[in-house]
Structure formats: C-alpha cells, structure tokens
C-alpha cells in the first residue's frame, strides 16, 4: 500500500467522521429537544390537567425507566448482532412518534403512557450513536466528539431551541401543538441517518487484522461489570442524573410558582441553561483529553454543586442566568462517565454494552427514582427541597470520583514516559 493510498483513506476516514459527527449531533439532540419539552409546557400543562409535583416528576420518572431498560437491552443487542445503524433508525423514527403522542393525550394517565413509549425509543440512541462515533473517531479528538455529540447537543436543541420553540409555540397555539411538531425533525434525521451513516467505518475497516478479530470476540456482561471504572461509572450515573433531571424537571416550576416570573422570563433563564450545556458540553471533554478524565470530572462537578443552590436563593433572573452558564457544567462531564471512560476501559465487542448499562443504571436510579423522590418531597417540604436533592447528588459524584482510575491516553503516556526504564509504574 503506496503513502498515497493510505494519506487518500485517512482524508475519507477524516471526512466521514466529520460527517458522522453532524448527523449523531441532530440525532441526539432532537432527543432532549423531545424529552425537554415536557418540563417547558409543565405550567401550561397545570393549568388543564391540575398536576402536582409528584406527578410531574413520576411523567419524568416513568421516561427515565424505560430509557434505562431500552437503553440496556440496546446496547446488548447490538454487540450480539454486531450492528449499530439500524437499531438507531428505528429508536429515531419511534421517539418522534411517541413525542408527538403526547398532545392527544386527555389526562395524567395518557401522558404517563406517551411518556413511557418515548422513553422506550429514546434509550436505544445513545448507546447506538456513541459507539457509532468512537469507532470514527481519531484518538486526539475522542473526547471533544463525543462531548458534541451527548453535551452540545442536548444543550443547544433540548436547552437552547426547546425552551424559546416550545414556549413560543404553546404562547402562540397551544402546549399540544408543540408536541406535535417534534415529529418532523426526527423524521429528517432518521432518512439522514439511513442514507449516509455507515455500519463501519472507513477507521474500522482500515484497522489491522488482529484488530478486528478483537473486536469480534464477544465478551459477557459479568467480565465487564468486574472493571471497577465501569462500577464506579454507575455509581456516578446514579448521582448526576438525580442532579440533572431534578433541576431539569422542577427549575421551571419553581421560577414561576416560586420565584414569580413570567413564561417569558422562566424561557430565558432556562436557555442560559441551554448556553452552559452548549458551552461545557464539549469545553469539558476536549479539557479532559488534556489534564485528564479524573481532574476534569472532580473540578466540573464541584462547580455542578453551585447551580441548583443558585436557583433557590439568587434572585435576580438576570445574575441568576450568569451564573447557571458559570456552574451548569455537569452535562459536559455526561460524556466523560457515560461515554469516554467507558470506551477507553472496555474491549470495542462490549462496548455498547458498557455504555447501555451505565446509561441504564444512573436512569433507573437518578433519572426515575430521584424526580419521583425530589416530588414528593417538594410536596412535603415545599419546591426548595428538590434543589437541595440535586446538589447533594452533586456531592456524592465529588466522592465517588477519586475511585476512577485514569483512562486519558495523552496522560498515560505523559505518565509512562516519567517513568524510569525498568521501574514499576
């Protein structure tokens, strides 16, 4: 093989991921543009069906449940069958559906079952996508990828677009019509998907043969979750997706129940919201490709600990929008726990299953236990009580980070070359 050729199949190799990149980005963050949106319409939605926070958090619980069972079965379905992009067509085609679903439904009962379907959908998507990207992927730019791919995106469509659109459109219609335009662009991304994505990539085919055998040995569940980052990965899930989708779920309720703010005020601290998650959600990721994942994930978090405590006792909507893009910093440590570490821990074969079991766990425990819990005590204790349950999940992922061990391939072979010839590491 002439240099030619293979400068010629790096510059593909190159373009495609590119390509991937862009299209993985809409894929997924249509999917938070969709799950979001239930938290924006919540006080129109009030206004018709009369929920209470228990049950505004149990329509966020029961999605977060079947997102956690989907996403596990997902990923462990597609090591099986060694295939990615038909699985991610159908999960985008379906979720698009189910979103819209929710604007024909005519009480608490219905919503929980659109809810339920969507999540079904959804949690199939970023199992499928992150393993699509990482095999894409050159290693100088893993993190920074995948931190487009699960933070910025999220934030820019679920965090930017979904409060302005969905606010506008139910202030203009109603709240059912702005579920039911989240078909269309979904529609979009699956024939994008199906049209340019690629089961393997020209990275994976140009790889060495052993490599390749490797990547074809199946390896069982039980080996993986023996690998203590993937354990500790897990714990992290469980904590930050309390942290995340209790403040996600109650922060609009509580600006305008508690803090008195109006519709459009509430959509405009919640896009500040929207700019961190952009901001952090590959700022995080590409820093921890340089200082490491273990640091990176330590300092955000610390930082994650200030926002819920902001919304309860920063008053001005406008300092209180500055400082949740300083201290909104956990969806850029997402990618690292739930995407970058994994990758760099596991054999390539359980990958995806790597990924769709931490995704399931932190879901089922953070994503449907914590909204149901933080519900019920807002309606004990009053809607404070949510943001302190998000910030004490905040806390624990501080704790339970010093048991990682570094993965960054920049600073292991910064470390390995400090380390003397012949002496232990």
């Given at each position: 093989?002439?240099?030619?050729?293979?400068?010629a199949?790096?510059?593909?190799?190159?373009?495609?991921?590119?390509?991937?990149?862009?299209?993985?980005?809409?894929?997924?963050?249509?999917v938070?543009?969709?799950?979001?949106?239930?938290?924006?319409?919540?006080?129109?939605?009030?206004?018709?069906?009369?929920?209470?926070?228990?049950?505004?958090?149990?329509?966020?619980?029961?999605?977060?449940?079947?997102?956690?069972?989907?996403g596990?079965?997902?990923?462990?379905?597609?090591?099986?069958?060694?295939?990615?992009?038909?699985?991610?067509?159908?999960?985008?085609?379906?979720?698009?559906l189910f979103?819209?679903?929710?604007?024909l439904?005519?009480?608490?009962a219905?919503l929980?079952?659109?809810?339920?379907?969507?999540?079904?959908a959804?949690?199939?998507?970023?199992p499928?996508?992150?393993?699509?990207?990482?095999?894409?992927?050159?290693?100088?730019?893993?993190?920074?990828?995948?931190?487009?791919l699960?933070?910025?995106?999220?934030g820019?469509?679920?965090?930017?677009?979904?409060?302005?659109?969905?606010?506008?459109?139910?202030?203009?219609?109603?709240?059912?019509?702005?579920f039911?335009?989240?078909?269309?662009?979904?529609?979009?991304v699956?024939?994008?998907?199906?049209?340019?994505?690629?089961?393997?990539?020209?990275r994976?085919?140009?790889e060495?043969?052993?490599?390749?055998?490797?990547?074809?040995?199946?390896?069982?569940?039980?080996?993986?979750?023996?690998?203590?980052?993937i354990?500790?990965?897990?714990?992290?899930a469980?904590?930050?997706?309390?942290?995340?989708?209790?403040?996600?779920?109650?922060?609009?309720t509580?600006l305008?129940?508690?803090?008195?703010?109006?519709?459009?005020?509430?959509?405009?601290?919640?896009?500040?919201?929207?700019?961190?998650?952009?901001?952090w959600?590959?700022?995080?990721?590409?820093?921890?490709?340089?200082?490491?994942?273990?640091?990176?994930?330590?300092?955000?978090?610390?930082?994650?600990?200030?926002?819920?405590?902001?919304?309860?006792?920063?008053?001005?909507?406008?300092?209180?929008?500055?400082?949740?893009v300083?201290?909104?910093?956990?969806l850029g440590?997402?990618?690292?726990?739930?995407?970058?570490?994994?990758?760099?821990?596991?054999?390539?074969?359980?990958?995806?299953?790597?990924?769709?079991?931490?995704?399931g766990?932190?879901?089922?425990?953070?994503?449907?236990?914590?909204?149901?819990?933080?519900?019920?005590?807002?309606?004990?204790?009053?809607?404070?009580?949510?943001?302190?349950i998000?910030?004490?999940?905040?806390?624990?992922?501080?704790?339970?980070?010093?048991?990682?061990?570094?993965?960054a391939?920049?600073?292991?072979?910064?470390?390995?070359?400090?380390?003397?010839?012949?002496?232990?590491?």
């Amino acid at each position: 093989m002439t240099d030619t050729t293979v400068a010629a199949g790096s510059r593909a190799a190159d373009r495609y991921e590119n390509r991937l990149l862009v299209i993985l980005f809409l894929s997924f963050g249509f999917v938070f543009f969709d799950r979001q949106a239930l938290s924006f319409l919540a006080p129109y939605m009030d206004a018709e069906f009369g929920l209470s926070n228990a049950q505004l958090g149990t329509l966020s619980g029961v999605l977060a449940l079947t997102w956690a069972l989907a996403g596990m079965f997902a990923g462990r379905l597609s090591d099986a069958l060694g295939r990615r992009k038909p699985i991610l067509v159908a999960a985008v085609v379906l979720f698009s559906l189910f979103s819209a679903s929710s604007g024909l439904m005519a009480g608490f009962a219905g919503l929980l079952a659109a809810r339920a379907l969507m999540g079904t959908a959804e949690g199939a998507v970023l199992p499928m996508a992150q393993s699509l990207m990482v095999e894409a992927s050159r290693e100088s730019r893993r993190g920074f990828n995948m931190g487009l791919l699960q933070g910025s995106s999220a934030g820019l469509l679920g965090g930017i677009v979904a409060p302005l659109v969905v606010v506008w459109i139910a202030e203009t219609w109603n709240w059912r019509v702005a579920f039911y335009v989240t078909i269309i662009p979904g529609l979009i991304v699956a024939a994008l998907i199906w049209r340019f994505v690629r089961e393997r990539s020209p990275r994976t085919l140009a790889e060495s043969a052993r490599e390749q055998q490797e990547t074809a040995v199946k390896v069982p569940l039980r080996e993986v979750l023996k690998l203590r980052n993937i354990v500790v990965c897990m714990l992290i899930a469980c904590c930050y997706l309390t942290w995340f989708v209790t403040i996600i779920t109650f922060t609009p309720t509580y600006l305008t129940e508690v803090k008195g703010f109006d519709p459009g005020t509430m959509s405009g601290v919640m896009t500040c919201l929207g700019v961190a998650w952009v901001l952090w959600g590959f700022a995080t990721p590409a820093i921890s490709d340089r200082i490491g994942r273990k640091p990176a994930l330590i300092g955000f978090t610390v930082l994650a600990v200030c926002c819920p405590l902001a919304v309860v006792y920063v008053e001005s909507p406008v300092l209180l929008g500055a400082i949740m893009v300083v201290t909104y910093t956990g969806l850029g440590c997402f990618t690292l726990f739930m995407a970058t570490i994994p990758a760099e821990t596991v054999p390539r074969a359980a990958l995806a299953t790597a990924l769709g079991v931490i995704m399931g766990v932190g879901e089922l425990a953070g994503g449907f236990l914590g909204p149901m819990v933080a519900g019920w005590a807002s309606d004990q204790w009053g809607l404070q009580a949510a943001m302190f349950i998000a910030a004490g999940g905040a806390v624990a992922v501080v704790a339970l980070c010093f048991a990682l061990k570094e993965t960054a391939p920049a600073v292991l072979r910064r470390r390995a070359a400090a380390v003397p010839d012949g002496s232990a590491a």
